[in-house]
T-cell receptor, first 114, second 116 residues
Framework: DTAVSQTPKYLVTQMGNDKSIKCEQN?????MYWYKQDSKKFLKIMFS???????INETVPNRFSPKSPDKAHLNLHINSLELGDSAVYFC?????????????FGPGTRLTVT | AQSVAQPEDQVNVAEGNPLTVKCTYS??????LFWYVQYPNRGLQFLLK??????LVKGSYGFEAEFNKSQTSFHLKKPSALVSDSALYFC??????????????FGAGTRLAVHP
């Protein structure tokens, strides 16, 4: 059973398009995250939701909009895709944000914008 | 501001030899420190963490890490490396003064290559 799953695994699209990435966790966690890993493998947090409430919103273009319909799901919608959006996007989850629990990562979605 | 430094882009070690992957950190409050491993085309896997208590922390796959407050370091170690340990290793830190948001700051990663 996959703990944190993401769909799709690969996404190839053209500049200007709008796309979504979905994430689901079956660990019973109440906090979920989106990270971006660039071509040099540098990993940076983008957003975090705790009990469906946005609690971390880093300096990310407003073309990126996360949505959490419930505690087990966190989706990422990207409008007007640009070449610089090409990266691997990881979803993660953890127990309560107000603590020190480790985060569990999904397998990643490799986004390629052409 | 929080930061993590992994000074080595790559560490090469022969199978059977001990390995060390270095990490230093900077936080305002007390650090919560983590090590993760990433295999090719995979997500990050949690290895171990230091929150408080014993400075030597043991984790998955025979890895351990030593917290050194005076040197602000949290180096990852293993007594005997395996070829299967070859992967990308990330150190991460959370500041306990971050408002409780569990915001992890990751280092740039260190590629470990274990040669037969």
């Amino acid at each position: 059973d996959t703990a944190v799953s993401q769909t799709p695994k690969y996404l190839v699209t053209q500049m200007g398009n709008d796309k979504s990435i979905k994430c689901e966790q079956n660990l019973g966690h109440d906090t979920m995250y989106w990270y971006k890993q660039d071509s040099k493998k540098f990993l940076k947090i983008m957003f975090s939701y705790n009990n469906k409430e946005l609690i971390i919103n880093e300096t990310v273009p407003n073309r990126f909009s996360p949505k959490s319909p419930d505690k087990a799901h966190l989706n990422l919608h990207i409008n007007s895709l640009e070449l610089g959006d090409s990266a691997v996007y990881f979803c993660a989850s953890s127990r309560s944000a107000g603590s020190y629990y480790e985060q569990y990562f999904g397998p990643g979605t490799r986004l390629t914008v052409t | 501001a929080q930061s993590v430094a992994q000074p080595e882009d790559q560490v090469n070690v022969a199978e059977g030899n001990p390995l060390t992957v270095k990490c230093t950190y900077s936080v305002s409050g007390n650090p919560y420190l983590f090590w993760y491993v990433q295999y090719p085309n995979r997500g990050l896997q949690f290895l171990l963490k230091y929150i408080t208590g014993d400075n030597l922390v043991k984790g998955s796959y025979g890895f351990e890490a030593e917290f050194n407050k005076s040197q602000t370091s949290f180096h990852l170690k293993k007594p005997s490396a395996l070829v299967s340990d070859s992967a990308l290793y990330f150190c991460a830190v959370r500041d306990d003064l971050d408002g409780g948001y569990n915001k992890l700051i990751f280092g740039a990663g260190t590629r470990l290559a274990v040669h037969p």
